[in-house]
């Protein structure tokens, strides 16, 4: 944990904003509110962060170092929620390996210092995973709960994470039909989470798809598939 860290936290204080990290910057110094909800942009910008830093900018607030925080958090929050669900199934060598791995990984402690919002997405994505895992073994409302809310504001701010969170019920769904066959309430009731998530995530980008659709239709290409792309 102290290694990972440190290698998140060398030098940040010294890091400028560059790139890629200014769409969002961009769009919301000459958007309001209501336009960055409706509008996928041309260069990327994730919707619910751009909210979110205009915000910031408007207490007066902005700077590197608010700027930095939520990637720096949420990739150390990666980091210890994946040795922790890792733990009752890896042996003390292996553990002790992965987490080692996981905190030198190099795109790892990239997302962790970018202003993007890959750190978010990858750590909540990994949230929504467990907790669909644990929803089909205990049925606990706070993991179905849990599980729908992280796959929500996933989709919110980065749509290409989706089909990984709605897959995963490819793999739960016939696994729980495996021990009830014939029990359909049982079955149905094991997929609300997905349901619900999909009616947030549905919820949330609607504005944008119904405003913006020609952003999505100039992102997603004109080119034929090829084999290598397929």
């Known amino acids: 944990t ?3 860290a440190a290698l998140r936290l060398w030098q940040i204080d010294r890091q400028i904003v560059l790139d890629d990290e ?6 919301f110094a000459a958007a309001s509110y209501g336009n960055i909800a409706r509008s996928f942009g041309t260069a990327d910008h994730s919707i619910p ?15 590197e170092y608010p700027l930095y925080a939520l990637p720096l958090i949420f990739g150390m929050a990666t980091f210890v929620l994946l040795v922790l669900a890792t733990r009752r199934f890896l042996p003390p060598a292996a553990l002790v390996t992965f987490a080692g791995l996981l905190a030198i990984s190099p795109l790892l402690i990239l997302y ?10 990858l750590c909540l994505s990994l949230v929504a995973l467990w907790a669909a895992w644990n929803w089909t ?25 989706l089909p990984a969170l709605f897959g995963i019920w490819l793999y739960l769904l016939p696994a729980a039909a495996l021990h009830k066959p014939r029990n359909w ?16 995530v549905s919820a949330l980008l609607a504005p944008a798809f119904l405003a913006d659709w020609q952003s999505i239709s100039a992102k997603a290409g004109t080119d034929h598939i090829t ?3 397929a």
């Open 227 to 229: 084999a290598d792309g």
């Open 137 to 161: 073994r205990r049925r606990r409302l706070v993991h179905g709960l849990l599980y729908a809310l992280a796959t929500a504001l996933t989709g919110w701010m980065h749509m290409v994470f």
């Open 185 to 200: 309430r049982t079955l149905a009731w094991t997929v609300a989470p997905a349901a619900l998530a999909l009616l947030l």
């Open 49 to 63: 962060l751009t909210l979110l830093l205009k915000w910031i900018a408007e207490q007066g607030a902005l700077s």
């Open 2 to 4: 102290l290694l990972a």
């Open 22 to 27: 200014w769409h969002s910057i961009s769009k």
């Open 112 to 121: 962790s210092r970018q202003m993007r919002p890959y750190a978010l997405v």
